[in-house]
């Protein structure tokens, strides 16, 4: 009984885990700046679903009989990216790029300040020069109010430039290589493997519902390929936000098993005929 009441809470950690994470994915859409506070919300809610979805998780897959030993090794492998999940976006999301991009802004501001006060100087004076040769070429009945003298251009510093140039010097990734893994980080990369051989382990077990085993493979997957494409970051935004929600759906799986189970079935059983009618059609 305490062992059945102990996987219940686990499957209940594991469903509002995968919520909290998914709600922070779902954020994390519109909120993409690290420059701005709201940057952090994202992060913590996906932070905190992920420890709490791991630690249900965890706690069901070792007091339950019916997982295999395939389904262990699942387990355990989402569980080691799970770690790595919460390290790299407190390390690299939460801490390295803020950092990077504080030290960037304040090296443009501080490096330029003097350029700016240089460019606005030589502005005034060339704008004095004009003046006075319109005011000269208007004495001898020339209408001039053109800017014949051009103004200098001060060059300005990038400071991202600066600290790309000082991370190579220290043989590190560049900025854009650092956003990148903070991306796939956040995305949900790290939990991909695990998801799918969780969800191949659950197909060897009859009496587990095939939908969701299916849903497992196919978001873990889905979010794999996705990471691929790093040109199209909204892609693995959206494939994070399915890959917890299938996690959702399998603790929801593991605590109304019947209730999943003749869902699983009778969407199955559809599936089947519309695809029988389908072929019977075309002959």
Known sequence: MLRQAKMRIGAFLLLAGSLLAL??????????????????????????????????????????????LLGILGAGLLFIGALIFVIGVIAVNMVLIPVLLGMAQSITAVVNA????????????????NAIKNGISGLFGQNTSGSDIPSVQVPQVNGMNLVDQALAR?????????????????????????????????????AFPRIISYILIFCGALNLVSQLFIFLPTLSNITAILLFLSLAMLAIAFIYPTQTGNWSRNVLDNTERYSQTFRSSRR
Not at 116 to 122: D, G, L, S, V
Not at 174 to 201: Q, R
């Open 114 to 129: 003097p350029g700016n006060a240089a460019q606005n100087a030589t502005n005034g004076a060339s704008n004095g020069l």
């Open 170 to 206: 220290f043989h590190l990734p560049s900025f854009a290589a650092i956003t990148h893994w903070g991306h796939f980080f956040f995305t949900g990369g790290p939990l991909t493997i695990g998801c799918i051989i969780l969800g191949i382990s659950f197909l060897q077990m009859r």
């Open 23 to 68: 709600v922070g994915e779902v954020l994390n859409l519109g909120s993409n700046n690290p420059t701005q506070g709201s940057w952090f919300l994202p992060m913590i809610l996906v932070t905190l679903g992920t420890i709490v979805f791991i630690y249900g998780l965890n706690t069901y897959a070792q007091l339950s009989d019916d997982i295999n």
